[in-house]
């Protein structure tokens, strides 16, 4: 079942869409956080994971494809700890089983999330910034992107990235998430986000880590569809066991 759902963060209307798996549950659940603009979604994990039994929460931060409010990167990690929350209050939801998933800088915001919060049982990052000290994108992609951020200019973006460099890194926390499970995927030939950025994140990490990178794999896995989500549902199974 697919369900359009809503839910606030810090009085914002957030929009989402809740793929509930079948039968009464509860049942292990995936909350995915998506890119910089969420053009993409991996609504195609999201169907297979329903159908191996899984409830998966997508959203949209605020001030992006709907959700209200303005769009800021000061604001992820509050988004992704109330999409948790919503996840987390519904009856279909197993609360010992749910993981957080982070996609590009979703997965920035992720690692930040998850190493503050119990809740998260476990966290895999795909294709993710680990460091924006050492990630520069260029201005096409910043012009790309503000066109689905409300608020933003590409200016406004450029000086939020450097304010947020100037914090704590996911590569300075992630060992705080051991010994929770953690995989870390990346594919080898992304051009927005260099694979480096996965295995700095895996150097820093504590135990109960797993790397998995996908040879030949562009940001979005193109033509890596399959491998990338078999891969992630046969670690999912793994910890699920566990």
Known sequence: MLIGVTFESDGYRLLGRFYQADGPGPHPTLVMAHGIAGVELNLD?????????????????????????????????EDVRAAIGWALAQPTVDPHRLVLLGYSMGGWAAVLTAVQDPRVYALITLSTVSDLRTWAPGDGMLVDWVRFMNGMTV???????????????PVDVVDQLSPRP???????????????QSLMLHHRAGLNTDLALIDGGDHRYTGRRRVMIQRIQRWLETIRRS
Not at 53 to 63: A, C, Q
């Open 182 to 196: 953690l995989l870390i995927m990346h594919g080898t030939a992304d051009p927005v986000v260099h694979h480096r």
């Open 155 to 169: 200016e406004i973006l450029r000086e939020e990235l450097r304010a947020q460099a100037e914090r704590p890194q």
């Open 45 to 77: 994990l999201a169907d297979a994971l329903r159908d191996a039994g899984w409830n998966v929460l997508s959203f949209h931060y605020r001030g992006c494809w709907g959700s209200e409010g303005p769009y800021r990167m000061a604001t992820l990690v």
